[in-house]
């Protein structure tokens, strides 16, 4: 099912690509807590909801954009998690680093993840154990987590200057740095590029489900910070514990 579900990434980027180029209105708005939201968001949204509904019709679909209620979801094993627009602030900025998110659940873990970069039509996928990357002119490579001394730590671009992260930055050791939006982050670790990303600022379920099922099949670690791997069973809250994606 992962190339049928790389294709509707794909579509799905296509759309949002039409709003990036001003070949369809903006049409910004703000969700209730702030955030921003736009057309290329909503028309994601609606490519990769048609494509699964007609895919896996017996599967339910959370998207940040349709978020059943907790009576509905709360007896899901098995369910489609997605990000139509991961990296909406990065979109705004016109810097390229936003993504599509699509991710399948099975018992609180993803078990198949696609991060798709529009801009730069970069596809980083995950299944069955192993993840791999396919380049703009349609090379597929796999990847696989690297270690290297100092280590490259990847920090959020719109959360980069955090008090928690900072701490912890100057009692890691020798290190560098480079910032990135989007899920993107997971998969510098994923292909080797980068060897830690941790976050201490506000993440949902489906900022990080793809990225995970990625950095997760190419080697790396995706834990909160007691150790414990991120879960994704479903809950009330979508929000995440803090986490660190690495190789230790």
Not at 12 to 22: C, E, K, L, Q, S
Not at 141 to 170: F, T, W
Not at 209 to 225: I, K, P, S
Not at 231 to 246: A, C, K, Q
Request: hydrophobic letters at 40%; glycine letters at 8%.
């Amino acid at each position: 099912m992962i190339e049928p579900i790389c294709r509707l990434a794909r579509d799905a980027g296509t759309a949002i690509m039409r709003v990036y180029d001003g070949d369809r209105p903006l049409e910004l708005t703000h969700k209730t807590d702030d955030s921003p939201l736009t057309a290329a968001d909503l028309a994601a949204h609606k490519v990769i909801e048609a494509g699964l509904r007609s895919l896996t019709p017996d599967i339910p679909i959370l998207s940040e954009e349709d978020t059943p209620g907790w009576d509905i979801r709360r007896g899901w094993t098995r369910y489609w998690l997605v990000d139509p627009l991961d990296g909406t602030k990065e979109f705004l900025r016109h810097n390229g680093e936003f993504t599509v998110n699509i991710a399948l659940i099975e018992k609180g873990q993803p078990v198949m993840g696609v991060v798709y970069a529009p801009a730069t039509d970069i596809l980083y996928a995950a299944d069955a154990g192993k993840a791999w990357k396919m380049t703009s002119d349609g090379t597929r490579m796999d990847i696989h987590c690297k270690d290297a001394r100092p280590p490259l730590v990847v920090v959020s671009r719109s959360h980069g200057n955090d008090s928690e992260l900072q701490d912890y930055l100057l009692q890691l050791g020798e290190h560098q740095t480079v910032t990135m939006g989007s899920s993107l982050k997971f998969c510098l670790v994923a292909e080797g590029s980068a060897q830690l990303y941790p976050r201490f600022g506000p993440t949902s379920v489906w900022d990080t489900a793809a990225g995970h099922a990625v950095a997760a099949a190419a080697g790396a670690q995706v834990n909160d910070w007691t150790g414990q791997t991120l879960d994704y069973h479903p809950r009330e809250s979508f929000l995440n514990p803090g986490f660190r994606v690495s190789l230790f």
